[in-house]
């Protein structure tokens, strides 16, 4: 029999679980550290929420846990090294909330557009103020969405049936699919220019962060609305509160902010925002149908042997997953190198294993690859299990050669993909002691160690302009630790790595192209 500790005290969902005989639960809701060192050496599987933070310590004190399920999608709560480590498997549940977060959304749009709250404060009050709270039809305006992942496209499917037009922003999204939604895909100002009502639905990169600010505010038509159910961090929160102000920005709902519960109040005060506690992913439904799968997670697991959601270890076995451990890292840092360069939506993808990478399962080196490389780009969690689902949700075709045979290297592995704005191709490779390089990018000989700052120049090989770059980072505070020259030939384009010690900061990226022979900037963090 294996015995699950549950850390909550909620049961709905886990009838699966609670019906199998082979399986024991109980349950201890939110242990203190000192308990839940102790209480941890007992058990096969541990179930928790958000509520508990399950520790390298705690870990080490567990000598018979083999699965740790998160009822949810994040695992920051989690010490996923130490997991690892300890072969301990580390499960989610993602795109459980996706319903609800949308819902959510709408319900917010809702609101804003009939002054739902502050007429209903106002009935409270004992107040008749019908004129005061004239409202507006939802019909025949234009929704802008920022991020077209699964949240991005349930709210749009839901609007457009509200008589609603959709415009989309999001570099990586599929124009066909988006097109047989109903939804327009343009650019990033043209949203802006476009939406009455704007609605956030991308991940936390550089590029968004404080995306929503006074010179992005100022694209927008006059008396726009804006809803933030992604990440807090995505609005200036001082520069929407000076356009809320002045009435640039009509209203604005945020179920999200920088920090959670908020140590600045100011901006949730203002009289037209509405705010709300992070409660998007929050409905009965959600905790029911991510219980629901996570307890046939858990059963499967130990059952069958079948590793579903794993968010640390590919689905092969333990020792076969030691051997290809360096492999599969190389792979995900190569997808994630690729996936902060590129440019527009991809559509094709040609992953080459050759020589000592086509020994292994190249299958869980193709699911490490798009992990790293659709992690950066999407608004939702992405784990070993989802990426190749996520991938075909984006009618992205991936294609895998395989050959034993190989020149020059023991082992390489080749990624070329193909995007609407043109291609990018990558080879990587394991050295010896098992050290990983990239060691080709778009054709060029590189010798780039896949961890750390990064920052890339596409410039002019000719005298004085790295030079240009390197006091321009001094300036800036940033420490250079090494750096590698790709070209073809003297005098010509060359691609400049220059590996750093802090993130160089949008702002900064800016001035880079102010420089005479530098033609692009970019920032990777691996």
Same mark, same amino acid.
């Given at each position: ?16 679980? %609670? ?100 007429? +209903? ?18 019909? &025949?305006?234009?929704? $802008? *969405?920022?991020?077209? $992942? ?73 008396? %726009? ?11 200036? @929160? ?15 709902? *945020? ?8 140590? @600045? ?39 069958? $042997? ?6 640390? +270890? ?80 984006? &009618? ?49 000989? %590189?010798?780039?160690?896949?961890? &750390? ?15 240009? %770059? ?29 590996? +750093? ?26």
């Amino acid at each position: 029999m294996y015995k699950i500790l549950m850390t909550y005290d909620s049961m709905e969902g886990l009838d699966t679980l %609670v019906a199998n005989k082979e399986f024991k639960i109980e349950v201890h809701a939110k242990p203190s550290a000192e308990d839940f060192k102790k209480l941890i050496k007992d058990y096969d599987g541990l179930l928790i929420r958000s509520e508990v933070k399950v520790t390298a310590e705690i870990i080490e004190a567990a000598e018979k846990l083999k699965f740790i399920g998160r009822a949810g999608t994040g695992v920051d709560n989690v010490d996923k090294a130490a997991a690892t480590q300890k072969g301990i498997v580390v499960a989610n549940v993602p795109g459980g909330n996706t319903i609800s977060v949308a819902e959510h959304t709408i319900g917010l749009i809702l609101s804003m557009a009939r002054s739902l709250p502050d007429a +209903v404060a106002s009935m409270k009050n004992k107040k008749w103020e019908k004129k005061k709270f004239m409202g507006n039809e939802l019909f &025949g305006k234009t929704l $802008g *969405l920022i991020g077209l $992942g699964r949240i991005g496209t349930e709210v749009a499917k839901r609007l457009i049936s509200f008589g609603m037009k959709v415009v989309a922003y999001d570099p990586f999204a599929n124009a066909d699919l988006a097109k047989s939604n109903g939804i327009e895909l343009t650019s990033l100002d043209d949203v802006f220019a476009k939406a009455d009502y704007l609605s956030i639905h991308s991940p936390l990169t550089d590029d968004t962060r404080g995306m929503i600010n006074n010179a992005n505010i100022a694209k927008m038509k006059d008396g %726009v609305r804006i809803v933030n159910c992604a990440r807090g961090a995505i609005i200036n @929160d001082k520069d929407l509160s000076e356009a809320l102000k002045s009435g640039k920005v009509a209203n604005a709902a *945020l179920d999200v902010f920088v920090k959670e519960p908020p140590e @600045d109040w100011s901006l949730i005060e203002t009289q037209n925002l509405l705010a709300t506690p992070h409660l998007a992913a929050s409905t009965e439904e959600a905790q029911v149908k991510i219980a629901q799968e996570m307890s046939e997670v858990i059963v499967d697991f130990f059952t069958k $042997g079948l590793i579903r959601n794993a968010v640390n +270890v590919p689905t092969v076995d333990w020792e076969t997953y030691k051997k290809m451990k360096p492999y599969i890292e190389l792979a995900s840092k190569t997808g994630s190198f690729q996936g902060q360069i590129i440019e527009g939506a991809i559509t094709e993808i040609q992953l080459g294993f050759y020589g000592s990478f086509s020994n292994y399962n190249t299958n869980s080196l193709t699911v490490a690859y798009l992990e790293g490389l659709l992690t950066p780009i999407l608004d939702i969690k992405v784990n070993s299990v989802n990426a190749p689902s996520l991938a075909k949700e984006r &009618g992205i075709k991936i294609k895998e050669v395989i050959d034993h045979n190989i020149e020059d290297y023991a082992g390489i592995l080749v990624a070329k993909i193909k995007t609407e704005k043109g291609e990018n191709s990558f080879a990587a490779t394991l050295f010896e002691d098992n050290n990983p390089r990239i060691v080709k990018i778009n054709g060029l000989n %590189v010798d780039v160690i896949p961890a &750390g700052g990064k920052l890339l120049i596409t410039n002019d090989d000719k005298p004085g302009v790295i030079g240009k %770059v390197a006091s321009l980072l001094g300036e800036e505070g940033v420490n250079i630790a090494g750096m590698n020259v790709g070209r073809k030939e003297v005098g010509g384009e060359a691609l400049t790595i220059i590996a +750093v010690d802090s993130k160089v900061s949008a702002q900064t990226l800016e001035k880079f192209a102010k420089i005479a022979g530098v033609k692009k900037a970019k920032f990777v963090s691996l």
